[in-house]
């Protein structure tokens, strides 16, 4: 395993996100306790010390887990991260509240990394705002040794990020970026990525291979890669980009089955930086993969912990993604589900494009997805 330094710390750079975990019978809810012990076994023995939670990942269930796998382990022997899930506006002046559940769920006297989660334009305005108290309290539990080292992750623009780091930069002890090769450019995260390192600010990663969708290519691109390195997998191609950038310190990768974390933590047994020319195909095939209109989502299922019609959202994305490149074979996807699970079933709150890490006009889709449905479109 490689590691990376923080401070005085030697950080595994392969982090386990504990946002897939593998579940039973498709629930997300559901936590595949035995599966999940034995994944984090192997990467205990194999050198992973970076655990990462948080209060809402498997719809508040992952904390709950983690800690009983953990708790078989030295506290001293691992990390812990989790966060202040503040991308729901209803917890915004219950950080407190939140904080104190999360110590007793986690059966841990502190964090040794804590997050401001996910900072957007829909939410920056409220972690700012000093009348919630977030940074006030927070601070305050870092005095007391509650919390380690404070950090954010972010899924926004250049302007949030700067409104950000110009209000409570100067207090992030690390950042987290949604950062691949994809959104190198798609995304700009270059440009995030620059702004942390003027700011001195060590940077994570989340989302390497986009909710696992850089995980498999079109054949073409495949085909491309293999020309280049002929013995790397697709998903390799994605981590070996991450250490093409000095700034990483540790990559998080939420790994959902066995054969995942094998293959990741092989990966994670050298750096392997790309060169010039691979890198720079990379790039290319970034920029074509672009060009298509497609969403871009990464499951994260923040839109489905907010759905008042429990709709599989992130599924319905991909099946509408398939129709927009092929012209309709996401259309025979929707007929082997039920009708209550239809995107016409949507009634177009808006609760889930609210917590879209990704800004999707959620609602905007199923509108289309609908009228394609109904012929309309």
Not at 74 to 91: H, I, P, T, V
Not at 176 to 188: A, H, M, R, Y
Not at 303 to 329: A, F
Request: glycine share 8%; hydrophobic share 40%; charged share 25%.
């Amino acid at each position: 395993m490689i590691y990376k330094q923080f401070g005085n710390l030697a950080l595994s750079a392969l982090g386990l996100g504990c946002m897939r975990l593998p579940v039973v019978d498709g629930d997300n809810s559901k936590i595949d306790e035995k599966k999940s012990a034995e994944m984090v076994a192997y990467a205990m023995e194999h050198g992973v010390n970076y655990y990462d939670t948080a209060w809402g990942y498997h719809s508040g269930n992952s904390e709950i887990v983690m800690v009983k796998i953990l708790k078989k382990y030295q506290r001293e022997s691992f990390y812990l991260a989790s966060k202040f899930q503040g991308y729901d506006a209803a917890n915004h002046g219950k950080v407190e509240e939140i904080f104190e559940k999360q110590l007793k769920k986690c059966q841990v006297e502190y964090f040794d990394f804590y997050l401001i989660h996910s900072v957007t334009d829909a939410n920056v305005d409220a972690y700012l705002d000093p009348k919630y108290g977030t940074l006030a309290y927070l601070l305050e539990q870092k005095r007391k040794g509650g919390i380690r080292h404070l950090g954010f992750s972010f899924h926004g623009n250049y302007d949030v990020m700067h409104r950000f780091l110009a209000g409570y930069g100067d207090y992030m002890e690390f950042g987290q970026l949604q950062l691949n090769w994809l959104d190198w450019s798609f995304q700009d995260a270059k440009t995030m990525v620059a702004m942390l390192r003027e700011k001195n600010i060590p940077m994570w990663v989340m989302e390497p291979v986009r909710g696992g969708s850089l995980a498999k290519l079109e054949p073409e691109y495949e085909a491309r890669l293999k020309a280049l390195r002929p013995d790397a997998s697709i998903p390799e191609w994605a981590f070996r980009f991450l250490q093409t950038v000095p700034e990483v310190v540790v990559t998080l990768s939420g790994m959902s089955n066995f054969e995942q974390l094998k293959a990741n933590i092989e990966t994670f047994s050298t750096e392997q930086a790309l060169n010039e020319a691979e890198w720079n195909a990379l790039m290319q095939i970034a920029s074509e993969k672009s060009g298509k209109k497609t969403l871009a989502c990464t499951r994260c299922r923040y839109c489905v912990d907010h759905c008042p019609m429990e709709l599989d959202i992130p599924h319905l994305i991909e099946l509408y993604n398939e129709q927009l490149y092929s012209g309709g074979n996401g259309m025979e996807g929707l007929h082997v589900l039920p009708t209550d699970k239809l995107p016409t079933v949507c009634v177009g709150c808006g609760a889930c494009a609210s917590v879209c890490p990704q800004s999707i006009d959620i609602p905007a889709m199923m509108k289309d997805f609908s009228a394609k449905l109904n012929g309309k479109s």
